[in-house]
């Protein structure tokens, strides 16, 4: 069975600071997404990482992907406090063959205060 | 170009009754998903189809969900019997066959009193 983990789940930080969040995963894939969702709203595609090694980059946030390692993250450069959201990983992982199935973490609450 | 729709945005149920929820992907995709999301919890796939076909229900309960995406129409997830246990936001993805990216609708929140 696949397992995405995320680290850290709670996550609050001064405007300003950078920081790093994780997300580990347990068997085979080269797909990996990142998704943002503020309170009450629906998940908002960042980032699709599609082979070892891909870097992406929109704004304060960067994603990376190591496929050997079976490990993504997500880099926040000097926060704000718009990016105060949940942020999600998920990776793609077809059952019997098929893609589609998204596999998702337990979320990072990101909180960042002035 | 309109993204996912879902409806209703909100849906109130009494245990025992039916509930069901709709979900019209972005113009272009063939592909729908359903997961579900518990408060404080990341989401749980439960569906994939393509029209008239169940590609993937492995994350479905065995008994009382179901889910159909039709020729003509919507997608439906149907929940019969409804439990307070079914309390949730169930959102509904779309995408094209030859995109990598799930877009997410609004969510239906399920209350079940």
């Known amino acids: 069975e696949l397992k995405v983990e995320q680290n850290p789940l709670f996550l609050s930080m001064q405007e300003g600071k950078n920081y790093t969040i994780y997300c580990n995963y347990s068997t085979t894939s080269d797909r990996l997404y990142w998704y943002r969702q503020d309170p009450g709203k629906s998940l908002e595609s960042l980032f699709v990482l599609l082979s070892n090694g891909a870097v992406k980059q929109e704004g304060r946030l960067m994603a990376s992907l190591d496929t050997k390692a079976r490990l993504s993250t997500l880099h926040i450069t000097a926060a704000v406090h718009d990016l105060s959201a949940t942020y999600f990983c998920?990776?793609?992982w077809g059952n019997g063959g098929s893609q589609g199935n998204l596999i998702f973490g337990k979320g990072t609450k990101l909180s960042v205060k002035p | 170009n309109a993204g996912v729709m879902q409806n209703p945005r909100h849906l109130v149920r009494r245990r025992g009754q039916e509930a069901r929820l709709r979900c019209s992907p972005m113009k272009g995709h063939s592909h729908v998903y359903w997961y579900r999301q518990l408060p404080e919890e990341g989401l749980k796939f439960m569906v994939y189809l393509q029209k008239e076909n169940i590609i993937d229900e492995s994350g479905m309960p065995k008994e009382r969900f179901s889910a159909e995406f039709p020729k003509e129409g919507p997608s439906i997830l149907r929940i019969q019997q409804v439990v307070r246990g079914d309390s949730a936001a169930y959102f509904c993805?779309?995408?094209?066959?030859?995109?990598?990216?799930?877009?997410f609708g609004p969510g239906t929140r399920l209350t079940v009193l």
């Open positions: 998920a990776v793609d």
């Open positions: 993805a779309s995408s094209s066959a030859t995109t990598d990216t799930q877009y």
